[in-house]
């Protein structure tokens, strides 16, 4: 009795930090106006970063939500032999050793709790002190539940196991359909992504991040009809990956809309000509911007812009044959990659983005309006219908 209350006590409190983990799930994630929760203290610390990416769910489901269906189930196993009693209940007595089943699955909790551990610290470089305490009450669950005298964790396995295969048998027909409805109900929920809005973002993002080329550039200085109505600022480095990702979305966006105008706006992390940098972010980047703006002196800005990103010239010779592939005069190249006219147009552009807060790419700025960093397809469709 005395060990059904311990782990009933650590279940409920277990039960109880969970459903705060799920609602600060829900706040970082689905309510934009949200505040920081009281467990988001530095970058470190950090429970709203972990409930934002991609590593705060499984199969769609949030860990949250197992984990409060683990010390739900928990809670039930202890009450089982009351629970079972009840008529349209009774199929609960196949559980016939039910803190074995405990034991089990607590030693299973473990394992997992000591892997999230890990690629919280060493791979995300967050920590959720709530996620680490629930792994705590796992570690208590299992220590407590376990027989260590009589077979410990693999007698409380085999012994599941074994009443497992037993209610197999037994409810054959109830057992093929939850395992219907689970499997359906969770390949929806991977697919659809209904409560991990940071996944269905990143999928949408990665599909593009795998481009190596851009099926929707288009040739000139131009990218869109200036006339019109939504004005978009792009301030790109030809050097960042995600910049080239997102090139590839607007040119697809301009195409599809057809209501959007883009102004480019080079703004490369590079020390070698932006003077705000206090360390090195992409190497390489002012000769990249360089070659941008030389070509856009011969009319084909959007021509070589889209054979930077895709072939990242190593030096002047490649960049030459790029432009001869576009059909620029190379001698009229070559003087403009290193004239001092095409340097105060970068030093022009990447002071006007700093001027107006932008410090990062790739950002871009609607109506005044700033994006930093990018975004999922789907909604820089919607900032760029916005004409508000």
Known sequence: MKKKLSIGLIALIGLITTIKLAIIYYESNFNPYALSSFCSINDFIDCDGIAQTTSSQFLGIPLAYWGMGFYLFVLMLLFVDYIKQIKFLDFLSVFKRPMSYISALGGISFIVSVFLAVKSIFILHKVCILCFF?????????????????????????????DFISGVKEYTVHFIVAVLV????????TLANPFTPQVKKMNSIKSYLKMTTNPYSVSGNRLGDINAPVKVELYSDYACPMCFAYNIMIHKAVKELGNVYVESYNLPLDKECNKYLIKQVHKGACRYAKYAVAAKNQGKYWDMSTLIFEHHPKNDEEAIRL????????????????????MKKIQADIDYAVNNGVLGTPTIVVHGKRYAGIKPYYELKEILKNND
């Open 134 to 162: 629930t792994y705590i009450l796992n570690t208590f669950i299992a220590l407590i539940a376990t027989d260590f005298d009589n077979g410990g964790f693999l007698k409380s396995f085999k012994d599941s196991f074994e």
């Open 182 to 189: 689970a499997v359906s109900f969770l390949t929806y929920t």
């Open 323 to 342: 432009a001869q592939k576009i059909g620029l005069d190379i001698e009229q190249f070559k003087r403009d990659i290193n004239s001092k006219e095409t």
